[in-house]
């Protein structure tokens, strides 16, 4: 048994934050609309985080996310941190995974979601940003 008792107030590790901008991610996500269909894709060289389907948009698209969470802005700005080799990596997996599951929408998009939290994981500001890869 385990007597430490957790402290929430220690800044978590970069995994733990990440997990919490996708909680954070996929809620926005799901409050406009967009319906869930996986997230964690993962592919040799790294994942998609969020796999979803814009309902709205006609035909229907099938929307790969990226999200990047951040507490604080010291390393630059969550959208700061999706570079050149990221998104052609994350085209790529769109394509595989598109390939993968014939029976989902055939438009393509990807899109990039930052977030920002405080000190004590609280959402500070989301934002959604369509089509990164135009």
Do not use: W
Not at 27 to 55: S, T
């Amino acid at each position: 048994m385990n007597d430490k008792a957790y402290n929430f107030n220690v800044r978590p590790s970069t995994l733990i934050l990440g997990k919490i901008g996708e909680e954070y991610a996929t809620n926005c996500l799901e409050k406009i609309g967009y319906g869930i269909v996986e997230r964690n894709f993962r592919l040799r060289n790294g994942e998609i985080d969020i796999v979803a389907i814009d309902q709205k948009e006609k035909p229907p698209t099938l929307v790969f996310v990226e999200v990047k969470t951040r507490e604080g802005n010291a390393y630059g700005t969550p959208l700061e941190a999706i570079t050149y080799y990221k998104l052609k990596f994350l085209i790529r997996t769109a394509m595989v995974y598109s390939t993968m599951h014939p029976r989902l929408p055939k438009a393509l998009r990807i899109d990039a979601i930052a977030v920002s939290v405080g000190p004590n994981n609280e959402l500070l500001d989301i934002e959604h940003v369509k089509n990164i890869s135009q």
